[in-house]
């Protein structure tokens, strides 16, 4: 009987052994299997027949007022994208993904393009010419100082002793973007740029930091008063700033989820770049991160995604948890929750105590969801499906879902979109590679997404935005730049950049069909996700360093904000020397064809004086604007 059971016993192990064996082959074929790359994208030959929204087209007065900037332009070669290869550089390895229930710690300092740099520079000299590299080369320039003719501190700030704000002008609009702002900034805190030896130009430069300090207090100033308010016009004092609401038809202000995401960003960032900024540790800053905290955990559903009204494009949402926004919300709070553990628990015990509950928990409940990445019928327990089957069964990330398993098949360019997933978790690693790949592939074709756009002069992702109808928007081209697979596609996408932006800086969106068609006269979001693509593929080969960027911030100490437009500028009279001052009304748009600045001789009887139009010149017709005052005369000629 003895002898039985030890003969049972030993034919029980081999043949656990054996079915061991045969787990492991297939697991193995099934790795293999998974690391065969898919195709990028499949272009399709149909277009959506959308709407031409009304506000697209320019009337007659606005397409005169073009033409006196940048004139009408000839019309530029065919630029055919071709698809991407599917062929892997040997040289690069598969990331290690996110392994559910391990705190890996956040790294996003060493996240890298799929692309390599050597070979994007190589596929440029070979295959350019000499006017398109001077083209890459100018619109570098132009970028590289466009944000800093949109800040102004505020009036208030302008005293000695006083804590510094900023106000950011979105580019050519006169309003202050959440978003836009912080991400306008973003390259300047990035250790990317080619002098290695040298830390990221935000802690080069006193003022460059001072101006990011200032924009993170405006930023929470305004979140304080209205976190559902996305957009704030210029007013002084900033502390009873109005949020105006959207200023289209049909519109209403909504709660944006990526609008403080992007603002715990940048404050990471400037953690690594210069630890010790003030900013970092000021009241304001720890109750602005509980006040996210709070808002998050109240739009937590339970499967533990988190709602939001309207997508990064303005527009409303179709169903309320949109999935590249809560991927973003993934990678950004293991972010926050660093700041916390490195830099709030020193400030404020109890507080830190508090939001390391809270961002755990909100981690707990993004990761149930966004971590299960099976088909979109096959939903863990406790979530909901974010994937949906394609009509060449493969499987694809949603855009947005709802509580209940209902998925929107859309792509939309701006950030957070599907092709942005990978660029804003940032190296973290939370995403599923082969499913963007995937989603990837599907949202560049119409089949796939209704807002993809194909004309004579390019192909790309537009928005749902009815401003712009059936016109590609840069931001979608350049997510796919930062994004590609492959060296080729992104040089690819970088001439088509550069070939339907002859005019300066980058606009909004345009016409595939007639580049002379756009919306935005520029944009300063695009111009840093352009500076980043370019900084990280090419500043070498363009010479490019930090230094250039901080010389161009402009230092103007005898120049004093006194008024945003509209608003009153009044003087500070223990500094006025003599019976008469200068103003200065106007923009710091760099820009060509017109003067920036209309520059007065004022009594000081004349004061306070309105700072708009009907006092001073108007320079620049439907810019921003902003009044200067000098009590130096000599400032007046």
């Known amino acids: 009987m003895q002898m039985l059971k030890w003969v049972v016993l030993v034919l029980s192990h081999l043949f656990m052994g054996w079915l061991g064996l045969q787990y492991c082959l297939v697991d193995h074929a099934g790795q293999k299997l998974q690391q065969q790359k898919q195709p990028i994208h499949d272009l399709g030959e149909s277009l959506a027949v959308l709407p031409q929204a009304e506000h697209a087209d320019k009337d007659k007065s606005q397409a005169k007022e073009q033409s006196e900037y940048y004139g009408e332009s000839e019309p530029q070669p065919k630029n055919s994208l071709k698809p991407p290869t599917t062929k ?3 040289s690069r390895k598969e990331k290690v993904r996110f392994t559910f229930g391990h705190r890996r710690q956040p790294d996003p300092y060493g996240w890298t393009p799929k692309w390599v740099a050597e070979e994007v520079q190589q596929e440029i000299e070979s295959t350019w010419d000499e006017n398109l590299k001077l083209a890459l080369q100018k619109k570098m320039k132009e970028v590289l100082s466009s944000p800093f003719h949109s800040i102004v501190k505020f009036p208030e700030s302008v005293s000695p002793n006083s804590t510094e704000y900023y106000f950011m002008h979105a580019g050519d609009l006169s309003d202050m973007w959440f978003r836009d702002s912080c991400a306008t900034l973003h390259p300047y805190l990035l250790p990317i740029w080619p002098d290695a030896s040298q830390p990221p130009p935000v802690r080069q430069s006193p003022i460059l930091l001072e101006i990011v300090q200032g924009v993170a207090r405006t930023l929470f100033t305004y979140f304080e008063l209205d976190h559902n308010c996305p957009i704030w016009q210029p007013h002084s004092p900033l502390k009873e700033s109005k949020c105006p609401g959207r200023k289209w038809k049909g519109k209403k202000t909504n709660f944006e989820l990526d609008q403080p995401l992007y603002l715990i960003r940048m ?15 000021e009241n304001i800053t ?34 309320p948890f949109n999935i590249p ?7 950004t709070l293991h972010l926050f929750e660093e700041l916390v553990e490195e830099v709030w628990s020193q400030v404020d015990g109890t507080s830190a105590k508090l939001l390391e509950s809270n961002v755990k928990r909100l981690i707990k409940g993004l990761s149930k969801t966004l971590l299960h990445h099976e088909r979109h019928s096959g939903a863990k327990k406790g979530t909901v499906p974010i994937t949906y089957q394609t009509s060449s069964h493969a499987s694809a990330y949603c855009f947005e879902v709802d509580s209940k398993g209902a998925c929107l098949h859309l792509e939309d360019a701006n950030l957070p979109s599907l092709i942005s997933i990978a660029y804003l978790d940032g190296g973290v690693g939370f995403y599923n590679n082969s499913l963007f790949r995937k989603t990837a592939a599907r949202v560049l074709t119409h089949e796939g997404n209704p807002q993809y756009f194909r004309g004579k002069y390019a192909e790309g992702v537009g928005s749902s935005g009815a401003r ?14 930062l994004t590609a697979e492959n060296s080729k596609t992104m040089v690819a996408l970088l001439k088509t950049i550069l070939k339907t932006h002859p005019r300066f800086g980058l606009h ?13 006269r520029w944009f300063d979001w695009p111009h840093a996700l352009f500076m980043e693509l370019v900084l990280r593929c090419c500043s070498h080969m ?32 223990h500094e006025v020397k003599g019976d008469s001052v200068c103003i200065r009304y106007g923009t710091g748009w760099p820009g060509k064809g017109f003067p920036l600045w209309t520059i007065k001789k004022k009594k000081i009887a004349d004061f306070p004086v309105t700072c708009n139009k009907k006092h001073l010149k108007n320079p620049a017709p439907s810019l921003p604007k902003t009044c200067y005052i000098s009590y130096d005369i000599t400032r007046c000629t």
């Open 508 to 520: 909004e969106s345009f016409d595939p069909n007639r580049i002379t068609k756009f919306t935005r």
């Open 468 to 481: 712009t109808g059936r016109m590609i928007w840069v931001m979608g081209l350049l997510s796919r730049a």
């Open 88 to 90: 892997e550089t040997e």
């Open 542 to 573: 363009l010479g490019i360093t930090g230094q250039d960027a901080i010389k161009h911030i402009p230092v103007e100490p005898e120049w004093i904000p006194c008024a945003f437009k509209n608003q009153l500028c009044e003087l500070n009279h």
């Open 267 to 281: 404050l990471w960032y400037l953690f690594k770049a210069v630890p010790e900024a003030p900013v970092l540790r």
């Open 286 to 319: 720890i109750q602005f991160a509980k006040k996210a905290l709070d808002i998050f955990i109240e739009k937590q559903g339970p499967h533990g995604l988190i709602a939001t009204s309207d997508r990064p494009s303005d527009d409303p949402v179709h169903f």
């Open 325 to 331: 926004g809560n991927f973003f919300a993934l990678s």
